[in-house]
């Protein structure tokens, strides 16, 4: 799996869009990028993932730049239930182990 | 209705006692995982089923051993129970294919070991 790099941590305004970046530049052709969040107390979250194109969902949306080596989850109007711990994590799907690997992740603490 | 259930939440023992902690999915998924979560908040894969059979068995001391039943149940006994062995634990599934990697957490069951 690709390493991937993101700040340990953002604030974001209520109500503001939340913007959480990822580095992935030695990610390979076939290693889709995906977003889980941890809200504490709670397991992890699936949010979103992708290959190439950006995608959005009823939770977020992910901006993928044109040479893959970085990535972005948009949520749109973030509210203070969405503070939490963002993972971005780069695999293949479907292939080698049947794990996950989680990294530190972005705390993301949305401000009132 | 929980997709992805675990029970106790709370499991408080004293060392060397024996403990179980039972998983159920009731989404049809194959795959079933136990990860850990330590007190500095890392989650680490302890072991994967596919189809109740073991997949994946990570360093973890032999005092764990995973049982499946069926296809919907994935349940965790630990041995002789350490201090070390506090922390929290998360049961998932996933749907097979290319969607392995879309994983469905429980709420988590958190033991501490005194």
């Known amino acids: 799996d690709a390493k991937t790099t993101q700040p340990t941590s953002m604030d974001c305004a209520e109500g503001r869009a939340a913007n959480l970046p990822c580095n992935h530049s030695?990610?390979?052709?076939?290693?889709?990028v995906y977003w889980y969040r941890q809200i504490h107390s709670q397991g992890p979250q699936y949010i979103i993932h992708g290959l190439k194109n950006n995608e959005t969902n009823e939770m977020a949306s992910l901006i993928i730049t044109e040479d893959r080596k970085s990535s972005t989850l948009i949520l749109p109007h973030a509210t203070l239930r969405d503070t939490a711990v963002y993972y971005c994590i780069v695999r293949v799907a479907g292939a080698g182990s049947y794990q996950l690997t989680f990294g530190k992740g972005t705390k993301l603490s949305v401000i009132p | 209705d929980t997709a992805v259930s675990q029970t106790p939440k709370y499991l408080v023992t004293q060392m060397g006692n024996d403990k179980s902690i039972k998983c159920e999915q009731n989404l049809g998924h194959d795959t079933m995982y136990w990860y850990k979560q330590d007190s500095k908040k890392f989650l680490k894969i302890m072991f994967s089923?596919?189809?109740?059979?073991?997949?994946i068995n990570e360093t973890v001391p032999n005092r764990f051993s995973p049982k499946s039943p069926d296809k919907a149940h994935l349940n965790l006994h630990i041995n002789s129970l350490e201090l070390g062995d506090s922390a929290v634990y998360f049961c998932a599934s996933s749907p097979p294919g290319s969607l392995r990697e879309t994983q469905y957490f429980g709420p988590g069951t958190r033991l501490l070991v005194l």
């Open positions: 089923y596919n189809n109740k059979e073991l997949i």
């Open positions: 030695t990610i390979s052709g076939n290693e889709y």
